[in-house]
Nanobody
Framework: QVQLVETGGGLVQTGGSLRLSCAAS????????MGWFRQAPGKERDFVAA????????DYADSVKDRFTISRDNGKNTVYLQMNSLKPEDTALYYC??????????????????RGQGTQVTVSS
């Protein structure tokens, strides 16, 4: 089992940037596909981004492509989400997720095994 703790959320103006971090417990971090989801009030959960175990493959939702960048540091058991050019529609609770089996595409389809509690991102207009 892996425990995930997100940090880095906050309030930012339109066009601003934030960097989210997700620290994972355990010794098997490098065996998980890692990713980010978000959920706005009254809306369904949306996939944001995923990164493969060796950080060679990434997947992004169309809505964040070219604005967000996912990365990971297996030595630090941490996954990051750099968010640039933020828009009000990016406002949501962002949480990281871990997937034991399958490629990044499996997470892009909505699957994960573990998730964190989330960190709030609010973008003001």
């Amino acid at each position: 089992q892996v425990q995930l703790v997100e940090t880095g959320g906050g309030l930012v103006q339109t066009g601003g940037s934030l960097r989210l971090s997700c620290a994972a417990s355990g010794r098997t971090f490098s065996t998980y596909v890692m990713g980010w989801f978000r959920q706005a009030p009254g809306k369904e959960r949306d996939f944001v981004a995923a990164i493969s175990r060796g950080a060679t493959i990434t997947d992004y939702a169309d809505s964040v492509k070219d604005r967000f960048t996912i990365s990971r540091d297996n030595g630090k058991n941490t996954v990051y989400l750099q968010m640039n050019s933020l828009k009000p529609e990016d406002t949501a609770l962002y949480y990281c997720a871990a997937l034991q089996k399958g490629p990044t595409g499996t997470m892009a389809a909505g699957a994960f095994d573990y998730r964190g509690q989330g960190t709030q991102v609010t973008v003001s207009s």
